[in-house]
């Protein structure tokens, strides 16, 4: 069976480059939340790192979905 050139460069969303990038991008949001003052820990860092990680986690579920339009909703 031939497989098309878009599914032989990756077969989960853990392939995708935006995911790779999303990853990244929150380990640097995580080592910056560290960085924060003390007064800014509790609120700021919390927020910073629940946001980094709905990054990650809208790519990957939006990879899951059958319609490209859904995708992209999760991809903005």
């Keep these: 069976m031939v ?3 878009m599914e032989t460069r990756f077969k989960t969303f853990e392939d995708l480059e935006t995911y790779k ?3 990244t991008f929150r ?3 995580y080592e ?3 960085r924060l003052p003390e007064p800014e820990k509790y ?5 910073m790192r629940r ?3 709905s990054l990650t ?20």
């Design 3 to 5: 497989e098309s050139a």
């Design 21 to 23: 990038l999303a990853r």
């Design 27 to 29: 380990k640097h949001i």
């Design 32 to 34: 910056l939340a560290r």
């Design 43 to 47: 609120n700021l860092a919390g927020q």
């Design 51 to 53: 946001a980094s990680v």
């Design 57 to 76: 986690n809208c790519i990957a579920e939006g990879h899951g979905r059958y319609h490209y339009q859904e995708t992209i909703q999760f991809l903005r």
